[in-house]
């Protein structure tokens, strides 16, 4: 960015996940730091996700979405048409998606791995592909865990340098929704 360059501030934002503990928790801090942004918060509210967890943004500032990430037909609505707020105003196209939304737990990633490869990857891969076609800033947010395992107590730790080495069906669903996200960014 150059020295005269504004810093960019997106209108409204795509919070996929918003309803988990980080999602809403970083729903809640744009609301207080940014009071200009509108809010859409997408959210399949499965084990992880609770509606509750958005008390307190204000409504005229938020619309909730429950679907699934996979759910193209509902993405393309988000993107395509005219939005109005709870008042029914109209509201600014989304600009940007904050990707929160994810399987996550990991004894359930060993007992079934497929809705992990199905959310992590294929919904990632949804959504990329509706961020390309409509021009849309991508945010994708990962998990340490796609580093691998470090000693308990040992000096060593990950830095966006360490090489992947995900251990398990979790970590390796992130592995490769992150690879997925740098390839469409390339």
């Known amino acids: 960015m150059n020295g ?3 810093p960019w501030s997106p209108g409204h934002i795509l919070v996929t996940g918003g309803a988990g503990f980080i999602g809403a928790n970083f729903v809640h801090w744009v609301a207080r730091h940014h009071p200009s942004t509108y809010l859409t918060v997408l959210d399949a509210l499965t084990y992880a ?3 509750a967890s958005l008390a307190g943004v204000p409504a005229d500032r938020l619309t909730f979405v429950h679907a699934d990430i996979c759910d193209e037909t509902t993405l393309e609505t988000l993107f395509s048409g005219r939005q109005t707020d709870v008042r029914g105003a109209e509201l600014p ?3 940007a998606i904050v990707h929160f939304a994810a399987e996550s737990h990991n004894d359930n990633a060993i007992d079934d791995p497929t809705p992990f490869l199905r959310t992590n990857v294929m919904g990632t891969y ?5 961020a390309r076609r409509h021009d849309i800033r991508f945010h994708h947010i990962s998990t340490d865990e796609v580093y691998g395992d470090l000693p308990l107590g040992g000096v060593t730790r990950f830095t966006q340098a360490s090489a992947y080495r995900p251990s398990n069906p979790y970590s390796a ?3 490769s ?4 996200v740098r390839a469409w960014h390339r």
């Open 177 to 180: 929704s992150d690879h997925l």
């Open 4 to 6: 005269n360059a504004e």
């Open 49 to 51: 996700g609770k509606r």
């Open 126 to 130: 949804t959504l990329l592909q509706v």
């Open 173 to 175: 669903s992130k592995a």
């Open 93 to 95: 196209p989304i600009d």
